[in-house]
Nanobody
Framework: QVQLVESGGGLVLAGGSLRLSCAASGRTLSGRAVGWFRQAPGKEREFVST????????VYADSVKGRFTISRDNAKNTVYLQMLNLNPEDTAIFYC??????????????????WGQGTQVTVSS
């Protein structure tokens, strides 16, 4: 089992930045794909970003490309999401995700084996 604890969410003005962290315990993240999803009020949970099992390749949703950066520190067993130039449309609960064995990415919820509890990000205009 992997336990994921997210932190770093909060309230920020439009144009501001936040860095989300996702600390894993129970099992190493090394060799697993990791990612972030989000769920805005009244909407389905959607893909935000993923990093592949090697840690060398990343994929982003078009809506965040160029503004968000996913990274991982295997030594700390932690995944990060740096978010720049936030806008009110980014308001959502952000979830950390760890992929199933054999899945190169966590681009879809079906790829996800473990979820974090979520952290709220609110962007005011």
């Amino acid at each position: 089992q992997v336990q994921l604890v997210e932190s770093g969410g909060g309230l920020v003005l439009a144009g501001g930045s936040l860095r989300l962290s996702c600390a894993a315990s129970g099992r190493t993240l090394s060799g697993r794909a990791v990612g972030w999803f989000r769920q805005a009020p009244g909407k389905e949970r959607e893909f935000v970003s993923t990093m592949d099992t090697s840690g060398r390749y990343t994929v982003y949703a078009d809506s965040v490309k160029g503004r968000f950066t996913i990274s991982r520190d295997n030594a700390k067993n932690t995944v990060y999401l740096q978010m720049l130039n936030l806008n009110p449309e980014d308001t959502a609960i952000f979830y950390c995700a760890v992929g199933r064995l054999g899945r190169r990415y966590t681009g879809d919820e079906a790829d996800v084996n473990y979820w974090g509890q979520g952290t709220q990000v609110t962007v005011s205009s």
